[in-house]
């Protein structure tokens, strides 16, 4: 596939590493050489200097034969322009904006034909908002991601040594749990992929990704590892964009929230902005005597959302060691999180990640519902439409266990029209299903794409 990217910052360059290492066409236009240099001394793609707003410079770009205009540089009003140029003067086929003003969605007149011509709208505030949300919901997952409206959950987490699937092979998990629709789809030992089979043994201490009726999360999740307290008292060092939309959606759910801005003009804002509810407090998360004057020993979720990684790193041991329950960081290093999150941090939220899955079921080839990113990026779940008929889709009228899947990969669970099915080998695929499909390497994606593909006589 051909990508046009407007926007080499963080955002754009995040987009450009992870869709060029599966082989994608890649040019990133910016006005920024330094951008440029760094993303073309560093990954096979084309970079090309300029405005992307500008109509010599798309074209220069190769507009007029993309498949693909992803339009994330820092402003929106240039991404919105860029979208519309890219229609109009170049006909790219889908296009595609990060957007932050919040109320932009609401006027879908604005999106439309009519209007900037765009097709999908991403924010990186507000999937990284809805990513934190769901951890502080189930405070014993590492990872929570929703598929088919919600009503099926994609949960990693790690065993208890009190846990009931502990000790017991995979095979057994009905037996364990006959209450509960789940499937394991991945066990990590010690940080690798042990592709489970059914005979693997759940071992104290392995994270397990889990396929779940969204009814039966809870359940499942506390079955696993043992249940903590509910979550109530919030602490949030960083007052940007993404604390002020978690602050604000946490307080309206009556939990008790504090947050740390060391900006004070930031500060008055957010106290302009969020309900009197939530304490504002002027300074530092890495300001010992302030977390200490503020009773950080008694919050049961402490959050570095920063924009700086190593104060979210240093703020988060920080607040551990004086007694946080739970500690959760904003790190944009993939290297950093990976490094830091099982240690004293418990988990590392990496924003690029949750802007992919937001993105890539825009990239994905056939008919894609929703893709979210797991294990730091490495796996992919994806919620897969099946279309056709037996002579057009290699995977409509088959068993689930004729379905040539790449090794590891595995279908976790189907939504049929109100009904959510845990399938057997025997189950068979029929049209309109949504298929939840577990895929342990990125690698692996364009042979799961194309099972998904309907044949020509089809259409």
Same mark, same amino acid.
């Given at each position: 596939?051909?990508?046009?990217?407007?926007?080499?910052?963080?955002?754009?360059?995040?987009?450009?590493?992870?869709? !060029?290492?599966?082989?994608?066409?890649?040019?990133?236009?910016?006005?920024?050489?330094?951008?440029?240099?760094?993303?073309?001394?560093?990954?096979?793609?084309?970079?090309?200097h300029g405005d992307g707003t500008q109509v010599v410079v798309l074209e220069a770009a190769g507009a007029a034969d993309a498949d693909l205009f992803i339009a994330c540089s820092a402003s929106d009003a240039a991404n919105m322009v860029g979208c519309k140029i890219a229609r109009q003067l170049f006909n790219v086929p889908r296009r595609i904006a990060r957007i932050r003003m919040p109320d932009f969605a609401e006027h879908p007149e604005l999106m439309g034909e009519e209007g900037f011509c765009i097709d999908a709208l991403i924010s990186p505030e507000r999937s990284v908002t809805t990513y934190l949300h769901s951890l502080i919901e189930f405070p014993e997952a590492l990872q929570v991601v929703e598929f088919?409206?919600?009503?099926?959950? !994609?949960?990693?987490?790690?065993v208890g040594h009190g846990s009931p699937m502990a000790h017991h092979p995979v095979a057994q998990l009905r037996e364990v749990w006959p209450d509960v629709a789940a499937r394991v789809v991945d066990v990590v030992r010690d940080g690798r992929p042990l592709q489970a089979s059914r005979g693997t043994v759940i071992a104290p201490g392995d994270e397990v990704v889990l396929v779940?009726?969204?009814?039966?999360?809870?359940?499942?999740?506390?079955?696993?590892?043992?249940?903590?307290?509910?979550?109530?008292?919030?602490?949030?060092?960083?007052?940007?964009?993404?604390?002020?939309r978690l602050a604000r959606q946490l307080a309206e759910e009556n939990y008790s929230v504090r947050i740390i801005e060391r900006n004070e003009k930031r500060c008055e804002?957010?106290?302009?902005?969020?309900?009197?509810?939530?304490? !504002?407090?002027?300074?530092?998360?890495?300001?010992?005597?302030?977390?200490?004057?503020e009773n950080i020993g008694d919050m049961d979720t402490w959050l570095a959302l920063t924009s700086d990684d190593e104060d979210n790193i240093m703020s988060s041991l920080l607040a551990k060691r004086m007694g946080a329950r739970k500690v959760i960081a904003l790190?944009?290093?993939?290297?950093?999180?990976?490094?830091?999150?099982?240690?004293?941090?418990?988990?590392?939220?990496?924003?690029?990640?949750?802007?992919?899955?937001?993105?890539?079921?825009?990239?994905?080839?056939?008919?894609?519902?929703?893709v979210h990113r797991l294990r730091q990026g490495v796996a992919e779940a994806i919620e897969a439409v099946a279309h056709g008929d037996r002579?057009?889709?290699?995977?409509?009228?088959?068993?689930?266990?004729?379905?040539?899947?790449?090794?590891?990969?595995?279908?976790?669970?189907?939504?049929?029209?109100?009904?959510?099915?845990?399938?057997?080998?025997?189950?068979?695929?029929?049209?309109?299903?949504?298929?939840?499909?577990?895929?342990?390497?990125?690698q692996m994606m364009p042979r799961v794409e194309k099972l998904f593909q309907v044949s020509a006589s089809f259409f």
């Open positions: 596939m051909k990508i046009l990217i407007m926007g080499a910052g963080r955002v754009g360059t995040s987009v450009a590493e992870n869709l !060029v290492s599966e082989q994608n066409d890649i040019t990133v236009i910016d006005t920024n050489v330094d951008h440029l240099r760094y993303l073309q001394d560093r990954f096979d793609l084309r970079v090309v088919a409206d919600g009503r099926i959950s !994609v949960v990693t987490v790690r779940v009726d969204s009814r039966h999360a809870r359940r499942a999740v506390r079955q696993l590892r043992d249940a903590e307290k509910s979550v109530r008292r919030v602490m949030i060092a960083g007052g940007g964009n993404i604390g002020l804002y957010l106290v302009a902005e969020l309900p009197s509810s939530v304490l !504002v407090l002027h300074g530092s998360g890495t300001d010992e005597e302030l977390l200490d004057r790190i944009n290093r993939q290297a950093y999180g990976e490094l830091m999150q099982g240690s004293h941090i418990d988990i590392a939220v990496s924003p690029s990640q949750a802007t992919m899955s937001e993105l890539l079921r825009h990239v994905r080839r056939g008919d894609i519902a929703a002579s057009t889709s290699k995977v409509v009228g088959r068993a689930v266990g004729d379905i040539r899947l790449p090794k590891g990969a595995s279908i976790g669970a189907l939504a049929r029209g109100d009904e959510i099915l845990m399938p057997d080998d025997d189950t068979i695929i029929q049209t309109d299903d949504h298929v939840i499909v577990f895929v342990p390497s990125r």
